[in-house]
């Protein structure tokens, strides 16, 4: 059978308007489309706004933040390049560390800046009160420690805190020459119900 073009062009034309009317079966109904894959649109999200001071201990013997590593040339740097702290802090209610303690923040931060100080931190906050014992978020992102305020990014989470993002606003509360730091904590995070 011989078709003309113009039959041709009739036919893409049908072809084309059926694909535009008819919704395809991913899009239809968003739910156990697959026996082993399901989608289920909630469209329900909880926020999770935290307020905790973060105590960072260099001094004593006693330490909660130790130096493990840096490189050849981190002495003759100014913002200490190379460096790498592992850390394991207290996080309280209050900026008073002896005040209730809520949890701990583990994990690593570096020092990433060449010219000015800038933190990688890699860190896992996990928590100890009520309903959030055992959930934590993880933290990864720069933080310009010198500067009044800093933002970083929330990128995951566990327990409560399951698929957690946002963002944590930290501002230095106290800071002595020996490094010896607290800093305030103003945490938002987005998960679902
Ligand atoms: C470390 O630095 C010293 C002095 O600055 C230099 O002599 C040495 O070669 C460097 N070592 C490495 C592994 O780069
Ligand atoms: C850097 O300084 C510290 C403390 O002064 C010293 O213990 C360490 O050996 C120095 N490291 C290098 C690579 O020079
Ligand atoms: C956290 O929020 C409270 C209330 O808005 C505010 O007083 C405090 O300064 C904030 N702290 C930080 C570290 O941003």
């Known amino acids: 059978m011989h078709y003309s073009t113009r039959e041709i062009m009739g036919r893409v034309v049908v072809l084309v308007i059926l694909m535009l009317v008819t919704t395809p079966a991913w899009v239809a109904q968003g739910q156990d489309q697959e026996s082993w894959a399901k989608r289920v649109d909630t469209g329900k999200e909880v926020v999770t706004t935290l307020q905790f001071y973060f105590?960072?201990?260099?001094?004593?013997?006693?330490?909660?933040?130790?130096?493990?590593?840096?490189?050849?040339?981190?002495?003759?740097?100014?913002?200490?390049?190379?460096?790498?702290?592992?850390?394991?802090?207290?996080?309280?209610?209050?900026?008073?560390?002896?005040?209730?303690?809520?949890?701990?923040a583990r994990?690593?931060?570096?020092?990433?800046?060449?010219?000015?100080?800038?933190?990688?931190?890699?860190?896992?906050?996990?928590?100890?009160?009520?309903?959030?014992?055992?959930?934590?978020?993880?933290?990864l992102s720069l933080n310009p420690a010198l500067n009044p305020v800093r933002e970083m990014a929330?990128?995951?989470?566990?327990?409560?805190?399951?698929?957690?993002?946002?963002y944590a606003i930290a501002q230095t509360y106290s800071i002595k020459a020996n490094g010896d730091a607290i800093v305030g904590y103003n945490v938002t995070i987005v998960t679902y119900v």
Do not use: C, E, W
């Open 55 to 104: 105590h960072d201990k260099l001094s004593g013997s006693n330490p909660s933040a130790i130096q493990i590593a840096q490189a050849n040339g981190t002495n003759n740097s100014g913002s200490l390049f190379g460096s790498l702290f592992m850390i394991d802090d207290p996080l309280t209610i209050g900026p008073d560390p002896t005040s209730k303690q809520v949890g701990r």
């Open 107 to 139: 994990g690593m931060y570096g020092s990433a800046g060449q010219t000015d100080l800038g933190l990688i931190m890699v860190i896992s906050y996990g928590f100890t009160d009520g309903i959030y014992q055992g959930s934590s978020f993880s933290l």
């Open 154 to 166: 929330i990128v995951g989470g566990t327990g409560l805190f399951r698929l957690a993002r946002g």
